[in-house]
């Protein structure tokens, strides 16, 4: 390609996974939104903690990839709901171990239920190998970093 080529926005890898990703997150969004008043970032934090139980928010960054100031955010709102709880390493003051409460484990059961269908739905307008292919790639994709 040469400048004087036109630059194909709409044919840019990048540009096109954002805006599937976009496409993509936005009814699943709506619900987290609507029922919790979450952010992306905070059902995020709260699908970590679902999935895996007690881990502290440096685990949590390491898994998603999120950045720790997001995270930090993210646990205080949701520690502020009630959602978690935060628990102080003895040895190492800088550690903060976070779990999910009773109403977290709940919201989690809720959103698990809602993302699992949404999944699905996605899913159909797929073929079943178009499916496998695009998951494969893009946890392909996701490794690069």
């Keep these: 390609m040469t400048e004087n080529t ?24 709506q619900v987290y939104k609507d029922r919790y008043g979450m952010l992306r970032t905070e059902w995020r934090v709260l699908f970590h ?10 685990e949590i960054g390491e898994r998603s990839k999120m950045h720790k100031t997001k995270i930090s955010r993210a646990v205080a709102r949701l520690a502020d709901r009630r959602f978690l709880t ?4 003895d040895r190492d003051r ?11 484990r709940a919201a989690y059961g809720d959103l698990r239920g809602v993302a699992e269908r949404y999944d699905a739905q996605l899913s159909e307008t797929l073929s079943p190998d178009e499916n496998r292919l695009l998951r494969q790639a893009l946890q392909k994709l996701a490794r690069m970093g």
């Design 6 to 29: 036109p630059f194909d926005l709409q044919n840019f890898l990048p540009y096109l996974l954002n805006q599937a990703a976009e496409e993509s997150s936005l009814a699943f969004q």
């Design 49 to 58: 903690l679902g999935i895996y139980g007690r881990l502290t928010a440096k």
């Design 86 to 89: 935060r628990e102080q390493d």
């Design 94 to 104: 800088r550690l903060e171990y976070l779990e999910l409460t009773a109403s977290g």
